[in-house]
């Protein structure tokens, strides 16, 4: 399973951006996906992901409100709305999914795209 994530850049504070993510390979189905950050110096932190199966999401305290996560009409892909960015949003993002295959779960990463607010 692949994971191609698109968006991310450079905005301003108070802007928004849009991450989407799709997964593509063999699996028998997602369970989760999501988006998760590390700016430098700092551990890699949850940021938002959605339970593939009833749309629950999750968010971490610092984005509520401000981020939101969904599924696209595209087959296993999610997008995070960004909106309200401020400076310390500034991270290397990293989609993440969890897949069931027929011998078992699995977790995957994506490459981490680079979304820079500027104050």
């Known amino acids: 399973v692949q994971l191609q994530a698109s968006g991310g850049g450079l905005v301003q504070a108070g802007g928004s951006l849009r991450l989407s993510c799709a997964a593509r390979?063999?699996?028998?189905?997602?369970?989760?996906m999501g988006w998760y950050r590390q700016a430098p110096g700092n551990k890699r932190e949850l940021v938002a992901v959605i339970d593939s199966d009833d749309g629950t999401t999750t968010y971490a305290d610092a984005v509520k409100g401000r981020f939101t996560i969904s599924r696209a009409n595209a087959k296993n892909t999610v997008v995070l709305q960004m909106n309200s960015l401020k400076p310390e949003d500034t991270a290397v993002y990293y989609c993440?999914?969890?897949?069931?295959?027929?011998?078992?779960?699995?977790?995957?990463w994506g490459k981490g795209t680079l979304v820079t607010v500027s104050s």
């Open positions: 390979g063999n699996m028998v189905k997602l369970i989760t």
């Open positions: 993440n999914a969890f897949v069931v295959h027929y011998i078992g779960e699995s977790e995957y």
